[in-house]
């Protein structure tokens, strides 16, 4: 039941991104064109997705548990370090580059791109750099 409900979600997010053009690198980039070719389409995809969250949030948060999980599983970290602020730095640079962030390029994959599939390529090899990063780090921890 759990994977098929993560494929059911995954598949209408999937579709929305493909709808709404946002697999479409220069739809994306035509956004970050302010002075240019600007689109503001992104603009109503971002508040449809951010009214649907804080709407649903609130609905399913009343439940007293998940249907597919024993427990809600949500962040406890609310702190701001160089990690967030790095990583968040990170994604904003590739998105501004590739035109793609990592929940669009998955379904983008449908496209056959190679766009699409250099950006994954790196973003594997991105998320693999900071893993060892994250270890090292880790281990320099238990040896001090």
């Known amino acids: 039941m759990r994977i098929l409900s993560a494929l059911l979600v995954g598949l209408v997010f999937g579709v929305g991104i493909a709808i709404?053009?946002?697999?479409?690198?220069?739809?994306?980039?035509?956004?970050?064109?302010?002075?240019?070719?600007?689109?503001?389409?992104?603009?109503?995809?971002m508040g449809g997705a951010l009214l649907t969250t804080f709407i649903g949030y609130r609905?399913?948060?009343?439940?007293?548990?998940?249907?597919?999980?024993?427990?809600?599983?949500?962040?406890?970290?609310?702190?701001?370090?160089?990690?967030l602020i790095g990583g968040s730095a990170v994604f904003g640079l590739g998105w501004g580059i590739a035109g793609f962030c990592?929940?669009?390029?998955?379904?983008?994959?449908g496209s056959g791109r190679y766009e699409v599939l250099?950006?994954?390529?790196a973003l594997l090899a991105g998320l693999w750099v900071a893993k060892m990063i994250q270890t090292k780090q880790a281990d320099r921890r238990v040896t001090a």
Do not use: C, H, Y
Not at 24 to 44: C, E, H, Q, R, Y
Not at 60 to 78: C, D, M, S, Y
Not at 102 to 109: S, T
Not at 118 to 121: G, I, L
């Open 20 to 45: 709404s053009g946002m697999i479409n690198p220069a739809k994306v980039l035509n956004f970050f064109d302010i002075a240019g070719t600007w689109d503001p389409s992104l603009i109503f995809v």
């Open 59 to 83: 609905l399913v948060l009343k439940r007293p548990g998940p249907i597919v999980e024993a427990e809600f599983k949500l962040p406890t970290n609310t702190v701001i370090d160089a990690r």
């Open 102 to 109: 990592p929940g669009a390029a998955v379904p983008a994959l």
């Open 118 to 121: 250099a950006f994954v390529a």
